[in-house]
């Protein structure tokens, strides 16, 4: 038993000797706005990589964000601020990528937004708060893609003009030479006027992810053509790598107003 105990009580000081030594090998380096402010602030392994905590600042002096990085990454709980010192955003990174909820404020403090993410993509349950903390907006989505939203008047009463659209596909992955097959779909359009689907199949090295609508146009693969109830859409896949079927839904809603719908679908083609 006493054997035992020195086993266990050796593998604790290892590893209290392991942490502090890793801790030694830390060190803290500084980056400064050409006008001589600190502007990063974060710790380091092996001189470059980094390893700890990170801080970042706005040039008058307060904090614009903070987190931890693990091996060069981002990992950990991030927290963001506005000039003034409020936080807009919390969010949980994993090897560079959101995953779980990400929480982002108005700047009274309230909680603007709850989003889900999973590997840097929305997926799962979403809501969107108005100023007073009322429920104005919840959304479900799958891998990105907006599956179905609802939207809700201050009175708390569904909101029947809004839209959504849907991607019908069960292919994540497909071989090269293979069609990619998919149907879009736009509910609540029953008096809505002029729409037209707008989308391609865009190689995610040059896919611009803060304009899902595409200015790509790959030729007579990007499609600008009109959209009734539904559209089906194929394309021959003859390249390998990762893609995304994206674009918009454009139309005049029932007050005539110009709006669009977004939608994206990843997948990947393999040789």
């Given at each position: 038993?006493?054997?035992?105990?020195?086993?266990?009580?050796?593998?604790?000081?290892?590893?209290?000797?392991?942490?502090?030594?890793?801790?030694?090998?830390?060190?803290?380096?500084?980056?400064?706005?050409?006008?001589?402010?600190?502007?990063?602030?974060k710790q380091v392994i092996k001189d470059t990589t980094s390893d700890g905590y990170i801080k970042a600042f706005y040039q008058n002096g307060r904090l614009k964000m903070r987190g931890e990085n693990k091996n060069g990454k981002?990992?950990?709980?991030?927290?963001?601020?506005?000039?003034?010192?409020?936080?807009?955003?919390?969010?949980?990174?994993?090897?560079?990528?959101?995953?779980?909820?990400?929480?982002?404020?108005?700047?009274?403090?309230?909680?603007?937004?709850?989003?889900?993410?999973?590997?840097?993509?929305?997926?799962?349950?979403?809501?969107?708060?108005?100023?007073?903390?009322?429920?104005?907006?919840?959304?479900?989505?799958?891998?990105?893609?907006?599956?179905?939203?609802?939207?809700?008047?201050?009175?708390?009463?569904?909101?029947?003009?809004?839209?959504?659209?849907?991607?019908?596909?069960?292919?994540?992955?497909?071989?090269?030479?293979?069609?990619?097959?998919?149907?879009?779909?736009?509910?609540?359009?029953?008096?809505?006027?002029?729409?037209?689907?707008?989308?391609?199949?865009?190689?995610?090295?040059?896919?611009?992810?803060?304009?899902?609508?595409?200015?790509?146009?790959?030729?007579?693969?990007?499609?600008?053509?009109?959209?009734?109830?539904?559209?089906?859409?194929?394309?021959?896949?003859?390249?390998?790598?990762?893609?995304?079927?994206?674009?918009?839904?454009?139309?005049?809603?029932?007050?005539?107003?110009?709006?669009?719908?977004?939608?994206?679908?990843?997948?990947?083609?393999?040789?």
């Amino acid at each position: 038993m006493k054997n035992k105990i020195r086993a266990i009580t050796a593998l604790v000081i290892l590893a209290v000797f392991s942490s502090k030594c890793e801790e030694s090998e830390r060190k803290v380096v500084k980056e400064y706005y050409p006008s001589g402010e600190i502007k990063i602030e974060k710790q380091v392994i092996k001189d470059t990589t980094s390893d700890g905590y990170i801080k970042a600042f706005y040039q008058n002096g307060r904090l614009k964000m903070r987190g931890e990085n693990k091996n060069g990454k981002w990992d950990g709980l991030f927290t963001f601020y506005d000039l003034s010192g409020k936080i807009t955003e919390e969010a949980n990174y994993i090897n560079n990528q959101k995953n779980g909820v990400v929480k982002i404020y108005y700047a009274n403090g309230h909680i603007e937004s709850n989003l889900s993410y999973t590997d840097d993509r929305k997926n799962g349950k979403s809501i969107f708060y108005d100023t007073l903390d009322r429920e104005k907006e919840i959304d479900f989505y799958e891998k990105g893609a907006l599956l179905r939203a609802t939207s809700f008047y201050p009175d708390g009463k569904v909101n029947r003009d809004k839209w959504t659209t849907q991607i019908k596909t069960k292919l994540d992955s497909i071989k090269v030479g293979s069609l990619f097959t998919a149907v879009v779909n736009l509910n609540n359009q029953a008096n809505f006027k002029n729409l037209r689907f707008k989308g391609a199949c865009i190689p995610n090295n040059i896919l611009d992810k803060a304009q899902p609508m595409p200015s790509y146009k790959p030729g007579a693969h990007y499609l600008d053509v009109p959209f009734y109830q539904n559209f089906s859409f194929e394309e021959k896949m003859t390249s390998p790598g990762e893609y995304y079927f994206s674009g918009t839904i454009t139309f005049n809603d029932s007050a005539g107003m110009y709006n669009w719908s977004e939608f994206t679908h990843r997948f990947v083609v393999y040789p």
